[in-house]
Nanobody
């Protein structure tokens, strides 16, 4: 079983920043999804196995930055200019297989989920 351990959530004021991390038990195509109360889980960002190519949801592009450290099998999500609508539980995600350049995009592609970390943005 692939294990994903998340950290970095918390409470921040609008315009503030948070950095999430997710340590995996191996190297996989990985990314971040989020789910607000009463809403479906949605894609946020993903990074390819090579750590170069990235993909962002329209809501995240320009404000969030995803990266990975393959030596640590860890991905990060740097979230800047946070808005109240970013409030959600953020989930690290991984797919068990994929090419070096594969980018996650949809919930149905995910094989493993982290436990989730709460991000709350309010004044």
């Amino acid at each position: 079983q692939v294990q994903l351990v998340e950290s970095g959530g918390g409470l921040v004021q609008p315009g503030g920043s948070l950095r999430l991390s997710c340590a995996a038990s191996g190297r996989y195509p990985m990314g971040w999804f989020r789910q607000a109360p009463g809403k479906e889980r949605e894609f946020v960002a993903s990074v390819a196995w090579n750590g170069v190519e990235t993909r962002y949801a329209d809501s995240a592009r320009g404000r969030f930055s995803i990266s990975r450290d393959n030596a640590k099998n860890t991905i990060y999500l740097q979230m800047n200019s946070l808005k109240p609508e970013d409030t959600a539980v953020y989930y690290c995600a991984a797919r068990y297989s994929g090419s070096m350049y594969y980018l996650l995009r949809a919930v149905d592609e995910i094989d493993y989920w982290g436990q989730g970390t709460q991000v709350s943005v309010s004044s």
